[in-house]
């Protein structure tokens, strides 16, 4: 009997996880490699925290600027002439400046925007071309849901992330016909170094807010991902999946 099931790809497709050596980007790093990627994941100036990523991991782990187009294309170049080209994108790497708009500064505004928003513009301009050429591609950008809510004193950062959701809806048409699937991941209230400093009382009511009544787990949010790039998940493509415990449901 003829199985119906075609033979694995002998080569493993390359992932790109942007600010994947900590928190939410690490375990999307570790969901992909035991998916059976090859994992490449960046990160800004933590040389040792990438180290330790690296050492425990066996991920490789590369520093550059998602800001700089320039940076951006070499990066991808050099991962290119190693790994392969770059098929399976997820541009989760961001940052907060927050404060609120009367105290906020242009510049304050212009590094969130141009990190979180125009990272994902810049990985996107740059690995499409390529992802059409190998006739398929996945890519994931990591929103929030204070981009879909809105949040006190985070202007610049609800912007850059709700301007994710409308790049994702533009670049899933234009990425459709050449198997390239574009889609959101918006997490909700993640268990991560992000959340330590917030006071005690104020956590707690905000785990109040959860209807599961707990925050959420970096996994929780890189099984959404893993399942996202999957070769199967062809036919998602232009949607938000949020990862919030019921917090939030647009």
Request: contains cysteine; charged residues 20%.
């Amino acid at each position: 009997m003829v199985s119906m099931i075609p033979a694995p790809d002998p080569t493993p497709r390359v992932a790109l996880v942007t600010g994947g050596t900590r928190g939410i980007g690490a375990a999307v790093s570790r969901a992909l490699r035991d998916a059976g990627r090859r994992v490449v994941a960046t990160y800004g100036t933590n040389v040792e925290q990438a180290r330790h990523f690296e050492a425990e991991t066996g991920i490789r782990a590369v520093a550059f600027d998602v800001a700089d187009l320039e940076a951006c294309a070499d990066a991808l170049a050099r991962i290119a002439e190693r790994d392969g080209p770059v098929t399976i994108l997820v541009n989760n790497a961001g940052i907060t400046r927050d404060s609120t708009i009367g105290r906020m500064t242009r510049a304050a505004w212009d590094d969130v925007i141009d990190t979180n928003l125009g990272g994902a513009f810049n990985l996107c301009h740059l690995a499409m071309p390529a992802m059409r050429a190998q006739g398929f591609g996945r890519i994931v950008n990591m929103a929030s849901i204070n981009g879909q809510t809105g949040q006190f004193g985070q202007a610049n950062y609800a912007a850059s992330k709700a301007g994710l959701q409308g790049l994702t809806r533009a670049l899933a048409l234009e990425g459709a016909r050449h198997n390239i699937t574009v889609n959101t991941v918006a997490p909700g209230y993640i268990d991560t170094a992000m959340l330590e400093t917030v006071p005690p009382h104020i956590l707690t009511g905000i785990i109040d807010r959860i209807p599961v009544g707990r925050l959420g787990t970096p996994e929780d949010v890189a099984r959404a991902v893993t399942f996202l790039t999957a070769d199967e998940a062809g036919f998602i493509t232009g949607s938000t999946l949020s990862v919030n415990g019921g917090q939030h449901m647009p």
